[in-house]
């Protein structure tokens, strides 16, 4: 009778409310045809849209849901049905892969039987609208020159161009005329463009210490922000690495890790960055180097989003245990005893934006643990996201969006009236500083590190 009775439970509450279990990812299968399937797309779309009706959960998350939700109120039916399905793109359109709604909210993901992958469903619809060409030619041109990070630094800093880039970045009336030109957003916090990384000489290190997870030999994943907005950033971290005992090196041949161009849909420059940039950092780890990146998202790329992409490409399943967040690299070491705490300089009052890309990564506070080591230094973290997303700001179509989705960052930021801003995403912390009122001081968190050490 017990086991009748326990089977019977068993049944009733097969499709349960919502799942304990950690998220577990399943690979994407992009290279099949059912992927590309639009009408395949769509019923699958109203199968997760139907479920995201019913919780809301993620409302406060992003534009996504807000648009979705607001799509089903104005419809006759207040229901999904009442949605003209090409309104679905709309969705689509405002979701920049942040992945919060997986990692944080969301309670019917893997292994829960309803096995909801929003985040993957809209790289699923950015994909097919990229392969349809659905967007204007403006605007398809200025996202394939934006998601183009190499190629548009190295243009940007040519001879002349770099000047008038200058001269119109800093005329309201200029922006105002190019922005109708480009569609780049004429208040959007236009990038700086600066001096290449160049050839780092690293310092002698008498001994090397290895732990379970590291070698203590980092190679650097310079990564396009470095290489093309601030070089002085890669030369902070391998300072701070190098003041820990910790033997380090730059890669100076590494390509953008692709984020950029996942974030558009464009799912075979992906590719062609992946098969560019696999031999390079597969040499440093067979060299007994691990691999830090100081952007959250080109780590995140490495850890999860190739891996999924590619799940048989065994390359990656080695470099995704290899690639490190530089504060989850120093935590190991502090965790062993490693760390060097002779911090010469408090840091004051912080004021740390946790970054999205980092808080999906699974790997804790190890940014705001490490900064209050730094003796009579104070850091409020505040998680919530920024609404950069490196074009998403700066488009003309979602820069407002963006500027409301940071405006409660930047509020808190202003009340506490910190001596710095900082987030492990450089870009977070840039469109929070633009948003906010008092314009605090920001920087990385790596430079703040190397500010309290002392080290020049």
């Not at 643990?369 to 179509?397: F, K, N, W």
């Amino acid at each position: 009778m017990r086991t009748l009775m326990a089977n019977f439970m068993s049944d009733i509450f097969s499709d349960k409310e919502g799942g304990l279990e950690a998220p577990t990812r399943h690979p994407l299968n992009w290279k099949e045809d059912s992927f590309w399937d639009k009408e395949e797309f769509l019923k699958e779309s109203e199968r997760v849209y139907d479920v995201c009706h019913t919780c809301r959960r993620c409302v406060s998350l992003c534009e996504s849901f807000p648009t979705l939700f607001d799509l089903i109120d104005e419809s006759e039916t207040f229901e999904l049905d009442g949605v003209d399905k090409n309104d679905f793109q709309k969705v689509v359109d405002e979701c920049y892969m942040c992945d919060l709604c997986y990692q944080t909210k969301c309670p019917y993901v893997p292994p829960h039987p309803w096995a909801l992958d929003f985040p993957h469903l809209m790289l699923r619809g950015k994909a097919i609208a990229y392969e349809e060409k659905n967007k204007p030619l403006k605007q398809r041109a200025r996202d394939s020159l934006l998601t183009s990070t190499d190629k548009l630094g190295s243009l940007m800093k040519l001879p002349l161009v770099d000047i008038t880039y200058q001269a119109i970045s800093a005329s309201p009336k200029a922006r105002k005329v190019a922005a109708k030109i480009t569609g780049v957003h004429e208040e959007a916090p236009w990038p700086k463009f600066g001096k290449s990384v160049q050839k780092y000489e690293p310092q002698p290190i008498e001994t090397v210490t290895s732990t379970e997870k590291t070698t203590g030999k980092v190679a650097l994943f310079v990564g396009c922000y470095c290489r093309n907005n601030d070089a002085e950033l890669a030369n902070d971290l391998l300072k701070v690495l190098e003041h820990n005992q910790i033997e380090a090196k730059i890669m100076l041949d590494d390509k953008c890790c692709g984020m950029p161009k996942l974030d558009l849909g464009d799912l075979k420059s992906v590719e062609d960055l992946m098969e560019l940039n696999v031999p390079k950092l597969m040499q440093e780890i067979e060299n007994g180097y691990d691999i830090i990146s100081l952007v959250p998202s080109c780590v995140l790329m490495f850890k999860q989003e190739l891996p999924l992409l590619f799940d048989d490409k065994e390359e990656l399943k080695v470099i995704k245990q290899h690639i490190f967040d530089p504060f989850e690299y120093l935590s190991d070491r502090e965790s062993k005893g490693l760390l060097n705490k002779d911090f010469k300089n408090s840091l004051g009052k912080i004021a740390y934006q946790v970054a999205c890309h980092q808080r999906v990564q699974n790997i804790g506070p190890k940014t705001k643990e490490l900064l209050e080591l730094v003796p009579e230094t104070e850091v409020q973290a505040i998680e919530r996201c920024s609404g950069h997303d490196g074009t998403y700001a700066v488009r003309e179509e979602t820069h407002k969006n963006s500027v409301k989705i940071a405006r409660p960052v930047s509020r808190k930021v202003d009340e506490s009236e910190p001596d710095h801003l900082t987030s492990d995403c450089p870009l977070a912390a840039k469109q929070i500083q633009h948003v906010s009122k008092n314009k605090p001081d920001s920087a990385h968190p790596i430079s703040l590190i190397k500010k309290a050490y002392g080290v020049d």
